[in-house]
């Protein structure tokens, strides 16, 4: 049972309808099966694919998508769904009770548009709703906000004014001024910072004048006669993106996709290619002077690799960024030497020569003889095994050595010293033999003297 004010409002509406048709039904009707001047909307997507002009080749994808759920609430009727009705009702009059309809669109994106749309996460140069009046008020003259409102799970068949989703406060307003006629709002400011290709949009309808000359009936998806030619659209304008490369060199080979351009005097590419992912790469190193070259250092997207992948939904602009390098040319005739190669401009590089010391081949290097680190020369001044240089230019430097015979003199020192000891030893050792068998001699002599004396 609905309420006294809800019965009132019911009635009141009734029989505005009425006396509206009453009034213009002549040219109401003439209007009402004149033909459309957009495209028609024959299911749950139309999508065409249009080239700019003959000068220029890129494409233009135009989508005009029917609502998937599209309602008015009242609130009046605060717990009552209206979804299915043929209208969407908005108004917002002061009488009494005040009555407000709001009215609520939703679109669904992922199903209706082509999916190279969908998986690049384009987003729509335009975007506008087309919404056709069926019939408004005495004044001919409404003012009508088309409102963003947060994606939700809501249908036509559950929304109430209860439950509508949250309004939110940017708009864009539009003068509607006759009856028959097509009401377009130009949306592109309002969606393109949050749409989402694989999501879903929902739009409130809301009137911006508290007088009876802001109201207007709509037609719904569900209008009955006109086969849906006067359905809700929500019409989307998609160009094919632009892919721009920049760099700091001219003339260095790009490749983007399965195609290699160079890049221009300023140091860019660019190329226009359909919706969809790309492998873009460029070179490692680019030579530039003796000792000198440019290294790649990183995407400004934070990609480390030259090679980057890139999903192309808009226009997309990458820089690749290089850094200089300078070559250190570090050697030496003995030994090995560690840490020459490429630096980055103002790096300090370490170089280090080891062993320290290395023997002379053949004989020489038998008795001790060997080559011994002394300095280094050219661009580096050290003494020092390791050396430091800071990479401000190209580097050369060579590891010097002298002969050093300190070993082998120590030796021949050791050895005469060692024979000497040796010999004296020696000596030593026969002259203790010699007196110990001199002594037992003169024992043994004694020894027989003795005896005889005895016998």
């Not at 994106?109 to 384009?122: G, T, Y």
């Not at 490692?284 to 990183?298: H, L, Q, Y």
């Not at 226009?315 to 630096?343: C, D, F, K, M």
Request: glycine letters at 6%; proline letters at 5%.
């Amino acid at each position: 049972m609905l309420s006294v004010r809800s019965r009132i409002c019911l009635v009141a509406h009734l029989s505005l309808l009425l006396i509206v048709l009453a009034f213009s039904y002549p040219s109401a009707h003439a209007q009402f099966t004149q033909e459309v001047p957009r495209q028609t909307v024959t299911g749950s997507q139309d999508c065409s694919v249009l080239r700019e002009s003959n000068e220029s080749p890129s494409l233009t994808v135009s989508c005009a998508i029917a609502p998937s759920d599209d309602a008015y609430v009242d609130n009046l009727m605060p717990s009552k769904a209206l979804g299915g009705s043929g209208v969407l009702i908005v108004q917002n009059t002061p009488s009494i009770p005040v009555s407000k309809n709001y009215a609520f669109l939703k679109f669904d994106l992922r199903d209706n548009l082509p999916s190279a749309l969908v998986e690049s996460m384009s987003k729509p140069s335009y975007a506008s709703l087309q919404l056709y009046v069926r019939l408004m008020n005495f004044h001919y003259n409404a003012t009508v906000e088309v409102h963003n409102a947060p994606p939700s799970n809501w249908t036509e068949n559950e929304i109430t004014w209860n439950n509508m989703p949250q309004i939110e406060q940017d708009y864009v307003s539009k003068n509607i001024l006759q009856n028959g006629t097509w009401a377009q709002w130009n949306l592109t400011r309002l969606i393109q910072p949050a749409f989402n290709a694989s999501g879903d949009i929902t739009l409130a309808v809301v009137s911006s004048e508290t007088a009876w000359r802001n109201l207007i009936w709509f037609d719904s998806n569900e209008y009955p006669f006109l086969n849906g030619k006067t359905a809700p659209t929500l019409n989307l304008t998609f160009n094919e993106p632009f892919v721009t490369i920049e760099t700091p060199y001219d003339n260095i080979p790009i490749s983007i996709g399965n195609t290699t351009v160079n890049s221009d005097t300023n140091g860019t590419a660019r190329m226009l290619l359909p919706w969809g992912d790309y492998t873009i790469s460029v070179p490692e190193t680019i030579p530039m002077s003796n000792g000198t070259r440019a290294a790649f250092e990183g995407w400004s997207d934070e990609t480390g690799s030259s090679t980057n992948q890139i999903s192309l939904g808009n226009n997309l602009t990458v820089r690749a960024i290089y850094g200089i390098q300078h070559l250190l040319e570090a050697s030496s005739p003995y030994g090995y030497v560690t840490g020459g190669g490429w630096y980055f401009e103002d790096a300090r590089a370490n170089i280090t020569v080891e062993p320290g010391a290395v023997p002379i081949q053949g004989v020489s290097g038998w008795v001790g003889g060997r080559y011994v680190f002394d300095h280094w020369t050219g661009d580096c001044n050290s003494s020092n095994v390791t050396c430091s240089i800071i990479m401000d230019g190209p580097k050369v430097t060579v590891a010097v050595w002298r002969v050093d015979w300190t070993q082998t003199i120590a030796g021949s020192l050791f050895l005469i010293v060692s024979s000497l000891i040796l010999a004296a030893w020696i000596a030593r050792r026969k002259k203790t033999k010699t007196q110990a068998k001199g002594d037992h001699g003169k024992r043994t002599r004694r020894h027989q003297s003795s005896r005889g004396r005895r016998g």
